[in-house]
């Protein structure tokens, strides 16, 4: 491979990691080195949910449930941050670039709300791992065929390359103020119950905002 043609094709690569974790963001896949693999005996033995419900002996089994969905959400909103990333990738209109920005600055916001959270909350709890091995898998899998279309020079582009990064991101937010919402129906705790309520209006707010974009300027009627 000539030398221009190599240091192109790592070029390339190199952007395929840095875009890759806005797949992640439609709940696709887990941005680590892969999932973890373990034998048909383990995964038939034990789930990492109920290896997460191990650390925390101590609380009740609905704090336990809503710290699994703490920790879901606070992982999907880093995620979410990370979309911004997508812009050193390919060319994309100002519109996008807006709702990008905006996007990866709200989860910035929330993703530092629930650090502080658990600070001030010891039950509370953002680092429980409660996906299954083959759900994490799964995601992985999608994830890995998702990059493709967000790779520079393989990828899709132009209308039909924004509107898979505005489909992912609406699917990525609309897991998170579901999440959100059938989380405050269950919290106790009156001033989480309103970071609950106050999150999920947020991400519906952006949700609204995706939707009516696409549906403008991306969808044929």
Request: hydrophobic letters at 35%.
């Amino acid at each position: 491979m000539p030398a221009s043609t190599q240091s192109s094709f790592y070029r390339q690569l190199k952007m395929l990691l840095i875009v890759a974790p806005l797949c992640i963001t439609a709940g696709c896949a887990t941005w680590q080195n892969g999932p973890e693999k373990k034998s048909e005996c383990d995964c038939a033995k034990n789930t990492n949910a109920d290896e997460s419900r191990n650390k925390t002996p101590n609380l009740s089994e609905q704090r336990q449930i809503l710290n699994e969905g703490y920790s879901l959400l606070y992982k999907e909103a880093a995620k979410l941050n990370l979309t911004e990333l997508v812009l050193y990738a390919k060319s994309e209109s100002d519109q996008l670039k807006g709702v990008i920005t905006d996007v990866a600055n709200y989860a910035g916001k929330v993703e530092k709300d629930f650090e502080r959270i658990a600070k001030d909350y010891p039950a509370v709890r953002i680092d429980l791992d409660p996906l299954p091995v083959m759900e994490k898998r799964k995601r992985w899998d999608i994830g890995k065929e998702r990059a493709i279309d967000f790779a520079p020079g393989i990828g899709r582009s132009g209308r039909e390359y924004e509107r898979t990064v505005l489909i992912s991101m609406l699917n990525g937010i609309n897991h998170e103020r579901h999440l959100c919402k059938v989380m405050a129906e269950e919290e106790p705790e009156a001033s989480l119950k309103k970071f609950l309520v106050d999150t999920e209006n947020g991400y519906d707010v952006f949700y609204d905002r995706i939707e009516k974009l696409l549906n403008k300027d991306y969808f044929k009627n």
